[in-house]
Nanobody, 127 residues
């Protein structure tokens, strides 16, 4: 059974840092297209970052490029999102997502191709 469990969300001040974790079970993270999404109240869910090509390739939304880093640890089957220089506009529910397919070369920054989602972890950034 595929399961994704996020953790690490918290309330922080602007300029602070957080690391989100997404622990997977039922499949192996490495070798699959994985992503972090976020959704703020009243806004559409947006892709923050993806990791694919067996972890060799990462892609980021312009709004987080240079501040966020996506990675995974194959020994723990866990994906991370290291977030720094957080701003109030980063406030949102953050979700990890998996697209399970024979190849992980196709890993777009949009929600529809992702079939498995975690329950979300809240990040709140105050100014």
């Amino acid at each position: 059974q595929v399961q994704l469990v996020e953790s690490g969300g918290a309330s922080v001040w602007a300029g602070g840092s957080l690391r989100l974790s997404c622990t997977a079970s039922g499949f192996t993270l490495r070798g699959n297209c994985m992503a972090w999404f976020r959704q703020a109240p009243g806004k559409e869910r947006e892709a923050v970052a993806t990791i694919y090509n067996r972890g060799a390739t990462t892609d980021y939304a312009d709004s987080v490029e240079g501040r966020f880093t996506i990675s995974h640890d194959k020994t723990k089957n866990t994906m991370y999102l290291q977030m720094s220089s957080l701003q109030p506009e980063d406030t949102a529910m953050y979700y990890c997502a998996a697209r399970l397919a024979p190849s992980d070369r196709f890993c777009p920054r949009r929600a529809e191709p992702f079939g498995f989602w975690g329950q979300g972890t809240q990040v709140t950034v105050s100014s």
